[in-house]
């Protein structure tokens, strides 16, 4: 029986041990005591190579959790070893065979705890799932674990993350070895043996940073994955997880092709009903169909896949996606107000974070934007910083859209109304995004009613703000005296008074789309963006006086254009007959300052 069909069985007897995936836990620096544990619970058993960098967080996760560290090392040359001992583990040494699935077995044969906890170098236990752990592993009925896996993508995580749940601890019996060249499993061995077996899904996390693109680009995954995945479906062309996994690793490698033609050779006569990562296939190969710009057949597929998984808000949001982009917004909307509704996805699916909450509604704002219905638009954009307090797209957009389509004074009543902001650093953050998007009016209001109230430690942080944000709409208004002007802003001023050949400051770059905006500078202004744009080398025209900084002033540059097109098109929405029309093209202008989040 497939290990799915026994896992969806047996998972509404087991709900009770757990409360549903959760958020995970910040864990808090230093390092745990190591107790001595009466009996042997769980053996943490891992395989790494030259680790010293990740491997110290790994084992540190762990502490006062497992009683054994079972470390098989296939050929360090780096401290790794020496952390592992550091550590307490038992390290075995291994010569790598290019398979995954050998050398974990290989580390199951020195563990001797009831339970085998398997984690890679390059994860973390959440700081609140080790005593979760301990309580798990004494259910006699339950033959294994799954876990959810958080993998956070792109620079530095900055690209969220999807959420896995993988069998990830299990019962300590000598049939049970991993299989798999890579992406090795240890599922099907389990009910091969037992086809009694029960698992549960637990809300317990587990940190995966390993897809951070940094991190893969200097481990060399891709290729490596990619050529056992390659040398596997040789060995196996009817293995339909080899395909699926070939797929993820060209997706990732950007060869969306032959992405989609693996996962296509995974889907073809495929049983939804049995196969546990069908609706993944379903979902990547949409996600290829996409990037290829595919529309109409992701849209199709979509709708296939959803009649299978009609409570997967991944599907509903990816639709919403397909419709936006054929120009069917309200049906978008409606797309995305059903991932909305189902919300978080149920704990069998595989999800992204975001999907179903703020990732949804940061979208379902737009589409009631664009048709240009504002105060539905706030509300969702407002609703996605709810879902997720630390996004700041959609406070971006919200003014972008109110400073266009309201007014200031609506901004500052909006924000006082639906934002909780409960601490002065969240206060500055906030009257940030106001002063990148152009809303001094809206910040002057703000802050005003900020000081009636609140802590004198919030006091002294938005005066300065206050200051400011009186200085830029001074400049807007055509009051351009900034001589009590300090900081970046004040020595910009500085430079509007010196000699022509002064290079302009650097740090006073982001104040280029302010200038153009208010006219301030005239032609010597606009001759340092102009040698921005270029890319001119230091020392020549009036541009920036280091390589680095010239480098990111191209983006400041492009917004000081942007910044151009909206002060000309402003102008034009005053005029009658014009007024929709150039409020549509400044809408479709990037909110200023939205590329800094």
Not at 27 to 41: E, Q
Request: one cysteine or more.
């Amino acid at each position: 029986m497939p290990i799915w069909s026994i896992f969806s069985r047996r998972l509404s007897a087991c709900m009770a041990l757990a409360g549903g995936r959760r958020s995970p836990a910040r864990r808090g620096g230093g390092r745990m005591s190591s107790k001595k544990k009466k009996a042997s619970l769980i053996s943490l058993c891992m395989i790494v190579k030259d680790e010293a960098a990740s491997l110290p967080r790994c084992l540190q996760s762990v502490q006062d959790v497992v009683d054994q560290i079972v470390v098989v090392d296939t050929g360090s040359t780096d401290d790794t070893v020496a952390i592992a001992k550091r550590f307490g583990a038992t390290v075995v040494r291994a010569q790598w065979t290019n398979d995954f699935a050998a050398a974990r077995n290989r580390g199951l044969a020195f563990a001797s705890g009831e339970w085998i906890l398997f984690l890679d170098a390059d994860e973390e236990l959440d700081a609140g799932t080790g005593v979760q752990l301990r309580q798990l592993a004494q259910q006699r009925e339950i033959t294994g674990y799954f876990l959810n896996i958080w993998n956070y993508m792109g620079e530095s995580g900055s690209e969220g993350a999807t959420i896995n749940p993988v069998l990830r601890m299990f019962r300590n019996d000598k049939r049970y070895r991993f299989e798999g060249r890579i992406h090795e499993q240890i599922a099907g061995p389990i009910t091969h043996h037992t086809p009694t077996a029960r698992f549960h899904l637990s809300d317990a996390i587990i940190h995966h940073y390993g897809y951070k693109r940094e991190i893969v680009l200097a481990k060399n995954k891709l290729e490596r994955n990619r050529e056992l995945l390659e040398r596997a479906v040789l060995e196996e062309p009817d293995n339909r997880f080899h395909w699926y996994n070939l797929g993820v690793e060209y997706f990732r490698g950007r060869a969306v092709e032959d992405a989609l033609r693996a996962f296509r050779q995974a889907r073809d006569g495929i049983d939804y009903a049995a196969v546990s990562y069908a609706h993944l296939l379903v979902k990547h190969e949409v996600q290829c169909l996409q990037a290829m710009r595919r529309w109409q057949e992701s849209l199709a597929l979509t709708e296939e896949g959803l009649t299978w998984y009609a409570d997967y808000p991944d599907l509903w949001h990816a639709k919403g996606v397909c419709l936006a982009a054929l120009g069917q917004r309200r049906k978008a909307a409606e797309a995305f107000a059903a991932a909305i509704h189902i919300g978080r996805a149920p704990a069998i699916f595989h999800t992204e974070d975001g999907m179903g909450s703020y990732q949804s509604a940061y979208w379902l704002g737009s589409m009631h934007e664009a048709e240009l219905d504002y105060e539905t638009a706030a509300h969702w954009y407002a609703e996605a910083v709810r879902f997720r307090g630390s996004l700041l797209a959609p406070l971006y957009r919200l003014c972008h859209m109110m400073r266009i389509c309201g007014s200031e004074e609506q901004l500052a009543q909006f924000v006082e109304d639906r934002f909780i902001v409960d601490s002065p650093a969240a206060a500055v953050k906030l009257a940030d995004v106001m002063r990148r998007s152009g809303c001094y009016i809206a910040l002057r209001l703000w802050i005003s009613r900020r000081l009636a109230g609140g802590s004198a430690e919030e006091h002294a942080l938005l005066l300065p703000w206050m200051e400011l944000a009186e200085n830029c709409a001074a400049l807007i208004g055509g009051r351009r005296d900034l001589t009590a002007a300090e900081g970046s802003l004040g020595q910009a001023a500085e430079w509007l008074g010196s000699p022509e050949q002064s290079l302009f400051p650097e740090v006073a770059v982001e104040w280029l789309p302010l200038f153009i905006r208010s006219g301030t500078g005239g032609s010597r202004v606009k001759d340092v963006v102009g040698a921005l744009l270029d890319g001119r080398p230091d020392g020549e025209s009036s541009g920036i006086g280091s390589s680095n900084a010239a480098a990111i002033g191209v983006r400041y540059a492009a917004r000081a254009l942007c910044a151009l097109a909206d002060g000309r098109l402003a102008e034009v929405q005053q005029v009658g007959g014009f007024t929709q029309a150039a409020q549509e093209m400044r809408l479709l202008l990037p909110a200023q300052g939205e590329g800094d989040r």
